[in-house]
């Protein structure tokens, strides 16, 4: 990668997680405002997610970008992780939360023990 590259690319992450941090803030002000919502969007990034689909995860309870990864991974897409726990909690808040694992809420999700 050329240093031309390298600062596009640093550019674009730059423009992506400005526009996702706005977004995280008008959607979810509770990520503690814009400087907070750039860091997690950030985290979001590094993790592979757009925008979009960070936005997707967050609002099917997720707070975490580990955790929607480990969801991800075991097949549960974020519709499927905004449904409830036996708790009531949403799974993936249960998740993000540590009161459930990834495999506890592909079980839950695919109806398996």
């Known amino acids: 990668m050329t240093a031309q590259d ?8 730059g423009s992506q997680a400005r526009l996702m941090g706005h977004t995280l803030n008008a959607k979810h002000p509770e990520t503690g405002g814009a400087r907070a919502a750039l860091l ?3 985290e979001w990034l590094e ?3 757009t925008p979009e689909l960070a ?6 309870g997720a707070f ?3 955790d929607a990864v480990a969801m991800d991974a075991v097949g ?3 519709h499927q992780a905004a449904g409830r726990a036996p708790s009531g909690e949403r799974i993936a808040y249960a998740v993000c939360n540590g009161d459930l694992t990834a495999m506890d809420a592909f079980a ?3 109806g398996r023990e």
């Open 6 to 13: 390298r600062k596009q690319l640093a550019r674009h992450i």
């Open 40 to 42: 997690t969007a950030a």
């Open 47 to 49: 993790s592979g997610f």
């Open 55 to 60: 936005a997707d995860w967050m609002d099917a």
């Open 64 to 66: 975490w970008a580990d």
């Open 76 to 78: 549960i897409a974020p």
């Open 108 to 110: 839950i999700v695919f």
